[in-house]
Antibody
């Protein structure tokens, strides 16, 4: 069974940093690209970042470019999102998702809440 | 960037109704269009990928169509479990943006 479990969320002050992790199991992690997607309270889904299987291709949404860094460790079956210079508008539930052959997010974690507030 | 526009933003329907949600891309995305269902407090669930391919385990009352810039998601006979918010997403080019969502409510 495919499982994705996010961790590392919590409360952080504006301007602070936080690192999210996503532990993958039930599939060959190194064979799949991965996405981070977020959802602000009461709002729609926002795609955040993408990383290919060997980290050779990485994309970011303009809203996080230069502040967030996506990475992965295939030996540890883990995906990461390092978030720096956090703003109130980064407050959201963050989901990691497995990417299928056509770019679709076919499996999702349960999500982790990040709150940026003083 | 490719803009994704869904309509309507919300609709009210009854069990057994046939409903259609539309999604328009601001430029040609061929068939790189995906549909997701999300219920409150839950992660999104993939329903349809490449515009018309049904994800494994998704009931056949869900169908998708379209190519280029105009796409539709149809639920042939609405069931109680289908009341949720639906999102389209393009996976043609980054940023892989979502539509704003369509909330399907009980009439």
């Amino acid at each position: 069974e495919v499982q994705l479990v996010e961790s590392g969320g919590g409360l952080v002050q504006p301007g602070g940093s936080l690192g999210l992790s996503c532990a993958a199991s039930g599939f060959i992690f190194s064979s799949y690209s991965m996405n981070w997607v977020r959802q602000a309270p009461g709002k729609g889904l926002e795609w955040v970042s993408y990383i290919s299987t060997i980290s050779s291709t990485i994309y970011y949404a303009d809203s996080v470019k230069g502040r967030f860094t996506i990475s992965r460790d295939n030996a540890k079956n883990s995906l990461y999102l390092q978030m720096n210079s956090l703003r109130a508008e980064d407050t959201a539930v963050y989901y990691c998702a497995r990417v299928g052959w056509f770019g679709e997010s076919n499996y999702w974690g349960q999500g982790i809440l990040v709150t940026v507030s003083s | 960037d490719i803009q994704m526009t869904q309509s309507p933003s919300a609709l009210s329907a009854s069990v057994g109704d046939r409903i259609t949600i539309t999604c328009r891309a601001s430029q040609n995305i061929t068939s790189y269009l995906n549909w997701y269902q999300q219920k409150p407090g839950k992660a999104p669930k993939l329903l349809i990928y490449t515009a018309s391919s049904l994800q494994s385990g998704v009931p056949s009352r869900f169908s998708g169509s379209g190519s280029g810039t105009d796409f539709t998601l149809t639920i042939s006979s609405l069931q109680p479990d289908d009341f949720a918010t639906y999102y389209c997403q393009q996976s043609y080019n980054p940023p892989r943006d979502f539509g704003q969502g369509t909330k399907v409510e009980i009439k």
